[in-house]
């Protein structure tokens, strides 16, 4: 009986505190529209990942090899992958995308569908395997391995006829069993092959191959389905770059979207697939003696034209004809890497306290100190019938800042289409520093210097209630716009 009355106690007290909370079982947004899978928020979360265009045009000096380059061309004198991983890892890079095969057909494993391999070559006798150390040494570094693998072959003798579309699943397949791969790159490059004739891809097939050997592979080409071409080679997505696409009636290469549909995505597209930026850190793809490298301020604005706008940033670093990164290009991605590191030291908003104009069901699972934490789960959300709100970051004393950092929760889909960031001059009024469009995994304002004690982030627009989980602020002195 005194138990009973005291468990009732209990009851009563808890629920009462549970109300003044306003904490009783809030439930979190429906997913809203295309979400992505695991491995593609786990994919986004990587940032910036290394690209290596290395084969016979490393050796022959040209961007596309005609495919009748002779297999003992190839021949790296001092090949050593741990020292691209090294350079990878200095960079900030967090995974690898090699070139095991490109337009020329030649492949850097002894691929058993193919004579023309490393295995033809004279380098080390023919028993060199170039995807096998890359694999080794990827593992070796805690770096995530991923493979281009061009379905364009302009030398094998069977590209142009149906029984290729075996061939080129067969390629995959052995090269799939050098180990797990973050991403699989295809290439919608359709030209003639050796006997003039172009192939018709069998996209459903290739793809499903890797969905079944690969499970966790995220596939890139033109229309995903794991992420697409931005649409451009600049380093460019587009400051409204919605990570959702309609690939109904589309297709890798020819049968793309628009360069442009590309870099922005389409508001409400069926299907989640987010765009990846591209670009080398030279002119070219692969490695020319009379190309260098890109300076520090020109990756930087790379940075902040496809991270700070909702996409990954694939920098292509090639190797040289020793099989190694060139000492310059390592040494401009280690400082990169510092000036980015420099750039976002110091998130101004630690010393900031935030409210907003709308928490959902009032409950402190969704409150705006979310925003400021670095816990990726949690986030603000506002009620569901809630689609314009803002939050007030204040300041006991005034800070200085240029950019702002923002970022929506994407396991529960991309939401915001408006928004604009203001703050507070001294006499109290509000001046505008910013506006956008979309926001995505992660969305980067540069913004004019100013010094405030109060910043407004206001969402003007949003499909379903919005879902922030980060906000940031810095103040870069490193960067000047190009
Ligand atoms: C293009 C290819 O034709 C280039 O050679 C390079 O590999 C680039 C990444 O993709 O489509």
Redesign the pocket.
Known sequence: MQMCRLKLLAAIVLSTFVAACGDAEVAPPEPFGAVPTEAQVAWQRMEVNMFC?FGPNTFTDV??GDGTESESLFAPTDLDCRQWMAAAEAGGMKGVII?AK??DGFCLWPNPESQHTVRESAWRDGKGDVLAEFFAAAETAGLKAGIYISPWDRHAPDYGTEAYNATFCKTLESAYTYGPIFEQWF?G?NGEGPNGKHQVYDWPRFNATVARLQPAAVIFSDVGPGCRWVGNEEGRAGETCWSTLKVEGFAPGAGAPSQDTLTHGNRCGACWVPAET?VSIRPG?FWHADEHPKTVQQLLDIYYTSVGRNSLLLLNVPPDRRGLIPTEDSLRLAEFRAALETIFADDLTRLATVSATNTRGRSKAYRPEHLLDTTYNTYWATDDTVLTASVVLRFKKAVTLNRVVLQEYIPLGQRVAKFHVDYQNADGSWQMLATGTTIGYKRILLTPTVTTRNLRISIDEALACPVLNRVALYYDTVYQSL
């Open positions: 265009h961007e596309w070139t490109h337009h290439d490059a591209d793809w």
